[in-house]
């Protein structure tokens, strides 16, 4: 394995300045024997430790990305990606780790001295502490502002559904309890909407999303011109596959709409209707704030929300004209 003394030697220079110049501290040094050190490290394939380099910033390049314990879905992994792209342009390294509520970020998390962390989930009044103590940057989604989103979502299928034509609404979600948190928002959105135009909401229906549940799915499906609001994709395709195998009139008489905007969604026959939201949008706001502040964020994050929500129409609900 090459070493520092491997670089030292090939570049004529000490180790310590092999780890100066690779660890940060090239300005101490002239441009010409920078470029040597650098050169002879790449022909060499040799990196530094993140343990030294840790050492010798006081922090490492490593941004922290604590994703809770729900379904990995394809928006959840298109953010992470996009955000590891992002941070890979920037120079840092994006290191995913899955949080739960006894977190309190000691051990591996803080011993990485992370040069950012950003949560899916709001962290705890003692983890932001720490954070702060510790001088790392974070962004999180706090509580209120992701029930608002979920809300913002629901309220977005009913809308979508009840300009479509459908008489009445139905929830679908999902009975795995670490996506509570989100489905009930969602459900509340698609409730509150209905209740405040007038358009009759059906019982929700909750589904297990088992290989075996397809049956029980479809003594769940309601009877007449019905809209189906699922809490994501999955949910709706399980849906949309019930009805088509009883022998409903997809979309004439029942139509379904998920969340997510997932491949799955593009290539259903019928399509999927689905709700998108703009993960790119999300990807960058996260790490502008993480490398320049979190003033950068939006004053209004709801309304900024509200403007990447979008309704993309497929074969599983009717058209609706635009306006």
């Not at 941004?63 to 996009?82: A, N, Y």
């Not at 739960?100 to 709001?122: F, H, K, N, Q, Y």
Request: a negative charge.
């Amino acid at each position: 394995m090459t070493s520092s003394a491997d670089v030292a030697a090939r570049a004529g220079v000490s180790r310590s300045t092999v780890s100066q110049i690779l660890n940060g501290h090239g300005h101490r040094f002239k441009p010409d024997m920078v470029e040597l050190v650098q050169d002879a490290a790449r022909e060499l394939g040799y990196r530094p430790s993140l343990a030294g380099r840790s050492l010798a910033l006081g922090k490492s390049d490593i941004v922290i990305g604590l994703i809770p314990d729900i379904t990995f879905g394809p928006r959840l992994r298109e953010l992470t990606d996009r955000i590891t792209n992002e941070l890979g342009q920037a120079g840092k390294t994006h290191l995913l780790r899955l949080a739960s509520t006894s977190d309190d970020l000691e051990g591996t998390i803080m011993g990485l001295r992370p040069a950012g962390l950003w949560s899916v989930a709001p962290l705890t009044e003692q983890q932001r502490s720490k954070l702060t103590l510790q001088k790392v940057p974070f962004i999180d989604q706090p509580l209120d502002l992701q029930i608002a989103i979920d809300h913002e979502i629901g309220a977005a299928q009913a809308q979508y559904l009840a300009s479509a034509g459908y008489q009445s609404i139905a929830v679908v979600m999902p009975n795995d309890h670490r996506e509570q948190p989100f489905a009930l928002a969602r459900e509340a959105g698609v409730l509150d909407w209905c209740r405040a135009n007038q358009v009759v909401a059906q019982p929700t229906m909750h589904i297990s999303m088992e290989r075996d549940d397809a049956d029980t799915t479809i003594g769940l499906l309601p009877r007449g011109s019905v809209g189906i609001a699922a809490y994501n994709d999955e949910a709706a395709i399980a849906v949309l596959t019930a009805a088509i195998a009883t022998g409903r009139r997809v979309p004439a008489e029942f139509g379904v709409i998920g969340v997510d905007n997932s491949l799955a969604a593009r290539v259903m026959i019928p399509s999927l209707t689905t709700v998108d939201l703009d993960v790119e949008y999300s990807a960058h706001e996260i790490v502008h704030a993480l490398l320049h502040g979190t003033q950068t964020l939006p004053v209004d994050p709801i309304a900024a929300v509200r403007r990447q929500i979008h309704v993309l129409q497929g074969g599983s609900t009717r058209a609706v004209a635009p306006h």
